[in-house]
């Protein structure tokens, strides 16, 4: 392989035909904007090459290639069936003396020849990730290259082939361990081998990730998004691909990662976003705890499905000299039969209304009538009043203001006395005069799935899972029902009343019970020093997880008890500021403003949770997610007292810190940490 001067000059090379490559798509725009043909072939090429541009201008100030794979002569490629995916590198396993480049997209200098670089989800790269000196696959040496900036400054090579144990790479941990600043980067150039092959999970294959803290999850998840979009594209163009996250806060931090892919074109939400409903007021605990309980879906059907009646009187049609008609007892089963077989509410009323037009055709037939489309539709509007009479069309916000204003009938059975007193408004209410709340806009969706279907996702990934309702979880299974899922989460970082505390129930709330569920262990971000701190925790939390274990040796944890916090605090963050990295203060959700204005005092400037800054404010119930190298943690007492599991969220909090972590407190510490 070559030297570094000889490695420095290929870089330019690929960059430089990198920019041909932009230029040449830019060009194919404007080109493509002339192109002869109908309307609709003309609008699909242009879209396509104007994302093609939009894509690989975006390449930015990424190096060009992070990796290099050698496979010896006559070698023979094994595990996956690895091929070049890219320019045609050969056959299964035909890599006998070859070189690849592996990068974050495919670089090529012209059309027919080889690339000069391999995007990272070709097949071939899977090799690169994968390899070792027990499993070599053919690969005499792999290659790691340092960067700083867009200077290439070294490279380290492994000597798979002669079965030497490895102590790691270096340049491996330093690209982990070096510091966070802005948002969430990719991982292309440390993904391991437990990663990389979650991350090339096939599309029909739905997975869950119990990750501990570091682990990598979330870029597992993303990297997976990437991954399908670049085996399926096909597919995946047409429903797209869903990423859900926990909060605002979260998605502005990933938000980098998937354009530094390649992907653009992947919707990311959060739960609350997806429902779709303003929200203009907030539900007591107890009140949202019943709204969140899945007997909910139960209460709702039947307050939806109650609405049908049994016809009363026959359905008689006046068609100029004639009368068709239907007698009470068909247009009795008629409703009988839809209601049976209906998949929704408004399908099945639909279908009583075509069944009846079906019967009155038959009549018209045999008597020698034309019964043309006009003359169907005109009989569809003549029966209309009487399946109304029987089958009422709904809207879902009007159903459910009426179960809100007093649910006693529909939740009979199903809630008990004090539920229903929890859910009652106090004063009854219309869907317009209504002021949903965030579980009722999850009650709506559910009401609007019964009435008809919404469009589903061809691919969907939720981070934070294990936080979800079992009424969030069936919104989130019908936007997969006939797709596949990437389901992320932590059963000890469960915060909400109604967090799981195991997988096999939720992953059936989310409608894939099957998922295999893989846990990682291997804290790659978190220090072993705070991972040691955090992992007390995990006995007085209720749920089953491996301890984590950290993949790090460095890190600083220092716990002071103080007489005045918002002094501390101030102290401890300009202690921080003198180093490089990120800076988070984490606190219970109202003590925020107190050290906020002490940090302003002092001439610190501070941003919120979703703000592009050095020093980051963040109350405790945003922390989830979010992680930054020097992380101060104030009064874990009064974290842990402020919510039901405040246990869970400190332990989210304490894991927050990829380097340093600053506890500050002034009462007791919990039992748990002392």
């Not at 090799?127 to 490279?155: D, H, K, M």
């Not at 999970?201 to 979009?229: E, F, M, N």
């Not at 409608?511 to 991972?531: D, F, M, Q």
């Not at 040796?553 to 002094?567: Q, R």
Request: charged fraction near 25%; proline fraction near 5%; hydrophobic fraction near 40%.
């Amino acid at each position: 392989m070559r030297g570094l001067a000889s490695e420095r000059e290929y870089a330019e090379r690929c960059r430089e035909a990198l920019r041909r490559m932009v230029a040449g798509a830019r060009e194919n725009v404007a080109v493509g904007e002339h192109t002869w043909g109908d309307r609709y072939t003309a609008e699909r090429l242009g879209f396509y090459l104007k994302t093609l541009a939009r894509d690989m201008g975006e390449e930015g100030d990424n190096p060009p290639f992070f990796g290099a794979i050698a496979y010896a002569a006559g070698a023979v490629a094994g595990g996956h069936g690895e091929h070049g995916g890219h320019g045609g590198h050969g056959g299964h396993g035909g890599h006998g003396g070859q070189t690849y480049y592996l990068g974050r997209r495919h670089v090529s200098d012209a059309i027919g020849r080889p690339p000069m670089v391999i995007d990272w989800r070709a097949p071939v790269s899977a090799a690169f990730y994968q390899a070792s000196a027990v499993e070599p696959r053919g690969i005499e040496t792999r290659r790691r290259f340092g960067w700083s900036a867009q200077t290439l400054t070294s490279f380290e090579d492994e000597r798979l082939l002669t079965g030497s144990p490895s102590g790691g790479s270096d340049l491996v941990r330093r690209e982990i361990e070096r510091a966070r600043v802005g948002p969430m980067r990719d991982i292309v150039a440390t993904i391991q081998p437990e990663q990389d092959t979650l991350v090339r999970t096939d599309l029909d294959v739905s997975v869950c990730v119990q990750g501990a803290p570091g682990t990598g999850k979330t870029a597992v998840g993303l990297h997976r998004a990437a991954y399908l979009l670049y085996a399926h594209r096909s597919r995946l163009t047409r429903n797209g691909v869903l990423v859900l996250g926990p909060n605002r806060a979260f998605l502005h931090y990933i938000s980098a990662v998937l354009p530094t892919l390649g992907e653009v074109d992947v919707e990311q939400t959060t739960i609350e976003q997806l429902l779709d409903r303003e929200v203009r007021a907030t539900d007591e605990q107890a009140t949202a705890e019943v709204k969140h309980d899945v007997r909910m879906a139960d209460v709702l059907r039947k307050a939806v499905y109650s609405r049908i009646g049994r016809p009363s009187q026959a359905v008689v049609v006046s068609d100029e000299s004639y009368k068709w008609r239907v007698n009470q007892h068909e247009f009795a089963e008629i409703v009988v039969e839809a209601e049976a077989d209906a998949t929704t509410y408004l399908t099945g009323r639909e279908r009583v209304i075509a069944r009846i037009v079906a019967a009155l055709q038959r009549q018209a037939e045999a008597r020698g009538q034309n019964c043309n489309g006009v003359w169907l539709r005109r009989m569809a509007r003549a029966v209309t009043p009487a399946v109304e009479a029987v089958w009422p069309r709904l809207k879902a916000d009007e159903v459910l203001a009426e179960v809100l204003s007093d649910p006693s009938t529909a939740a009979d059975g199903i809630l008990n006395a004090d539920e229903l007193d929890a859910i009652r408004w106090p004063r009854p209410r219309t869907a317009k005069s209504a002021r949903w709340t965030a579980a009722d806009a999850v009650l709506l969706d559910e009401v609007s799935a019964l009435l008809e279907r919404a469009p589903t996702y061809g691919h969907v990934i939720v981070d934070e899972a294990q936080d979800l309702s079992p009424m969030q979880c069936r919104a989130i299974a019908r936007c997969s029902e006939h797709s596949s899922l990437t389901v992320l989460g932590d059963l000890a970082q469960g915060t909400t009343a109604w967090a799981a505390t195991d997988w096999p129930t939720q992953l059936g709330q989310l409608g894939k019970p099957t998922a295999e569920i893989i846990a990682l262990s291997t804290g790659y971000r978190v220090p072993a020093v705070v991972v040691e701190l955090a992992n007390r925790l995990l006995a007085s939390l209720d749920v089953d997880v491996p301890p984590t274990t950290s993949f790090r040796s460095d890190g600083e944890l220092t716990i002071t008890h103080v007489d005045d916090l918002p002094a501390a605090c101030v102290e401890s963050v300009q202690r921080a500021l003198t180093r490089e990295g990120s800076v988070g203060v984490i606190a219970a959700d109202h003590q925020l403003p107190v050290l906020t204005d002490a940090l302003k005092t002092a001439g610190i400037e501070v941003v919120a949770a979703d703000g592009d800054g050095r020093v980051a404010v963040v109350p405790a119930s945003l922390a989830k997610g979010l992680e930054y190298d020097h992380v101060i943690a104030v009064e874990p007492t009064d974290i842990v007292a402020n919510e039901p599991r405040g246990l869970n969220r400190l332990y989210v909090i304490l894991t927050r810190a990829v380097s340093r972590l600053d506890v500050l407190h002034n009462l007791p510490l919990p039992a748990e940490l002392s």
